[in-house]
């Protein structure tokens, strides 16, 4: 089946500007999650949607960042008002929450962003 | 405060013989424990994961050993195939809060 997909694959934008990135989880897939990757780094956890519930934006490093997801599926990333250091790769992942839920994590391509 | 550890940012191991991939980690709430493989230009995908009331278990050519006492967990690979060559990443969660915390990463390069 079709796995997380992420638009677009490479962004290029200049500081100041604002970007969007999308991510298409897998079907049926009820959590949602933002990491990014710094060069050198680990990924670093931004934000995390359950269903309904209120998401989990403890990681997130500023007001300047912020996601939604509509509908339960597509969630979008805003970075508003971009620094260079926002560029990152930015990777998107589902999982589907239930009582036997190991925590596995199925990861999108990323989105590198690279602001100028 | 970085909590889960990778200490060596690259192996490089021959072909057949075993790699070991090591992580250590600080919060001692982590109770699940998660290794990804990474390739250039892809997403992590999901290789090997161990509960902390366990302290071994084995897929295929993977296991993973956990010491709690030590804080300290690690993957083999054995034997190694030029496949493997890809980035491997740790990551620990507290179970019921979801997000992953991962290590920097572990660059294994398998030679023929």
């Known amino acids: 089946g079709a796995g997380v997909s992420q638009s677009p694959s490479n962004k290029v934008t200049e500081k100041g500007k604002d970007v969007e990135l999308r991510c298409d989880p897998i079907?049926?897939?009820?959590?949602l999650y933002w990491y990014r990757q710094s060069l050198g780094q680990g990924l670093e956890f931004l934000i995390y949607?359950?269903?309904?519930?209120?998401?989990?934006k403890s990681g997130l490093p500023s007001d300047r960042f912020s996601a939604e997801r509509t509908g339960g599926s597509v969630s979008t990333l805003t970075i508003q008002r971009t620094q260079q250091e926002d560029s990152a790769v930015y990777l998107c992942?589902?999982?589907?929450?239930?009582?036997?839920?190991?925590?596995?994590?199925?990861f999108g391509p990323g989105t590198r962003l690279t602001v100028l | 405060d970085q909590q889960v550890k990778q200490n060596s940012p690259s192996l490089s191991v021959q072909e057949g013989r075993i790699s070991i991939l090591n992580c250590d980690y600080t919060?001692?709430?982590?109770?699940?424990f998660l290794w990804y493989k990474k390739y250039p230009a892809e997403g992590p995908t999901f290789l090997i994961s161990?509960?902390?009331?366990?302290d071994k278990n084995e897929d295929g050519r993977f296991t993973v050993f956990l010491n709690k006492s030590a804080k300290h967990l690690s993957l083999h690979i054995v034997p190694s195939q030029p496949g493997d060559s890809a980035v491997y990443f740790c990551?620990?969660?507290?179970?019921?809060?979801?997000?992953?915390?991962f290590g920097q990463g572990t660059r294994l390069t398998i030679n023929p």
């Open positions: 919060n001692s709430m982590f109770d699940y």
């Open positions: 161990i509960s902390s009331i366990k």
């Open positions: 949607f359950q269903g309904n519930s209120a998401p989990d």
């Open positions: 990551a620990a969660s507290v179970r019921g809060a979801q997000k992953l915390v």
């Open positions: 992942a589902s999982s589907r929450r239930s009582s036997g839920s190991n925590g596995e994590q199925f």
């Open positions: 079907s049926g897939h009820t959590a």
